[in-house]
């Protein structure tokens, strides 16, 4: 890891992006860019003028976040080198001496107001709703430009970057709405640490039965423990083309990950590798590791055979 590295973010400045960034203490440290979109952080970090770029990738709630998986699976060569998983908590945010009663139009991201359905049918019923590029922009906007009536559901450090109240907290529909976010960068893989994931993406050679179990067998075979599994139109053909985005959890450099990917890439039509990253959370899957074990002396045993052919 680069010791001061440029890192671009989905901003502007006061996203969940942003707040989940400034937890990791090594990239924090290092000059922090937000960028508009998420295919501009990747961009900038593919043309070289980022080190690492930071964009989130799942929600627990709204699940994949297909623009961002779509663009490491099909548009770039980028490697994730880590995740971080962050609890959301969304806020309606204001401009000072607003009250409640006030409100009407909220302003933010549609997977936002989506997520606080309930209470915006409960608390403000005829409330019309405006989309923002993000949560942060949505509070940005209003604080540059405060408008009688109108409020943002944005994070907390939104509203206090931007010179807003916050009305109401914690107000989503779901206490557990977590994201998981990505740094991804170019060329290098990350070191194994005992709890990773490697996410690939798996081309069919044709649309027939069994494609998926075949794959799957793959993992099962090896008690390798998919955490996630997509299928996603290849954008290269017409209807029912389709690949699969893969996480499991080891590392590449783990030997028997790597007999899975081997078989994999000999079976079917394409692999691509998207990385292998230290996993968010504190507890790694034992069951890989003993299948690790069992793989390495199934390996010795049949390397101890092969020493027995007799060459004449």
């Given at each position: 890891?680069?010791?001061?590295?440029?890192?671009?973010?989905?901003?502007?400045?006061g996203?969940?992006?942003?707040?989940?960034?400034l937890?990791?203490?090594?990239?924090?440290?290092?000059?922090?860019?937000?960028?508009?979109?998420?295919?501009?952080?990747l961009?900038?970090?593919?043309?070289?003028?980022?080190?690492?770029?930071?964009?989130?990738?799942?929600?627990?709630?709204e699940?994949?976040?297909?623009?961002?998986?779509?663009?490491?699976?099909?548009d770039?060569q980028?490697?994730?080198?880590?995740?971080?998983?962050?609890?959301?908590?969304?806020?309606l945010?204001?401009?000072?001496?607003?009250a409640?009663?006030?409100?009407?139009?909220v302003?933010?991201?549609?997977?936002?107001?989506?997520?606080c359905?309930?209470?915006?049918?409960?608390?403000?019923p005829?409330?019309?709703l405006?989309?923002?590029?993000?949560?942060?922009d949505?509070?940005?906007?209003?604080?540059?430009?405060?408008?009688?009536?109108?409020?943002?559901?944005?994070?907390?450090?939104?509203?206090?970057?931007?010179?807003?109240?916050?009305?109401?907290?914690g107000?989503?529909?779901?206490?557990?709405?977590?994201?998981?976010f990505?740094?991804?960068?170019k060329?290098?893989?990350?070191?194994?640490?005992?709890?990773?994931?490697?996410?690939?993406?798996?081309?069919?050679?044709?649309?027939?039965?069994?494609?998926l179990?075949?794959?799957?067998?793959?993992?099962a075979?090896?008690?390798?423990?998919?955490?996630?599994l997509?299928?996603?139109?290849?954008?290269r053909?017409?209807?029912?083309?389709?690949?699969f985005?893969?996480?499991?959890?080891?590392?590449v450099?783990?030997e028997?990950?790597?007999?899975?990917?081997?078989?994999?890439h000999?079976?079917?039509?394409?692999?691509?590798?998207?990385?292998?990253?230290?996993?968010?959370?504190?507890?790694?899957?034992?069951a890989?590791?003993h299948?690790?074990?069992?793989w390495?002396?199934?390996?010795?045993?049949?390397e101890?055979?092969?020493?027995?052919?007799?060459?004449?």
């Amino acid at each position: 890891m680069i010791k001061s590295p440029r890192v671009g973010y989905f901003g502007p400045a006061g996203t969940y992006t942003e707040q989940a960034l400034l937890t990791q203490r090594d990239l924090a440290d290092g000059q922090l860019v937000p960028f508009r979109t998420v295919p501009d952080v990747l961009d900038a970090v593919e043309a070289g003028e980022m080190d690492l770029g930071f964009v989130p990738i799942e929600n627990s709630i709204e699940g994949t976040v297909n623009f961002t998986q779509d663009a490491l699976a099909f548009d770039y060569q980028l490697l994730i080198q880590r995740e971080v998983v962050l609890d959301i908590v969304h806020c309606l945010v204001a401009p000072v001496g607003t009250a409640l009663t006030d409100i009407k139009v909220v302003v933010s991201i549609p997977v936002a107001t989506a997520q606080c359905h309930q209470f915006l049918r409960r608390e403000l019923p005829d409330v019309e709703l405006h989309a923002a590029h993000s949560t942060a922009d949505a509070a940005r906007s209003l604080g540059e430009n405060p408008a009688p009536g109108v409020a943002a559901i944005a994070p907390r450090n939104a509203a206090a970057l931007y010179g807003l109240q916050v009305l109401a907290s914690g107000i989503a529909d779901n206490d557990a709405n977590q994201t998981r976010f990505v740094l991804v960068g170019k060329g290098h893989v990350a070191p194994p640490t005992g709890h990773d994931r490697t996410a690939l993406v798996v081309y069919q050679r044709a649309d027939e039965p069994g494609s998926l179990i075949s794959i799957l067998q793959e993992f099962a075979a090896r008690r390798i423990n998919l955490s996630n599994l997509l299928s996603r139109p290849t954008k290269r053909g017409g209807l029912g083309d389709y690949c699969f985005i893969l996480y499991a959890d080891g590392h590449v450099s783990d030997e028997i990950v790597a007999d899975a990917m081997r078989s994999l890439h000999a079976k079917h039509g394409a692999v691509k590798f998207l990385g292998s990253y230290p996993a968010a959370g504190e507890h790694a899957h034992s069951a890989r590791e003993h299948a690790d074990a069992r793989w390495r002396e199934a390996d010795d045993w049949v390397e101890a055979l092969r020493a027995q052919i007799y060459h004449g």
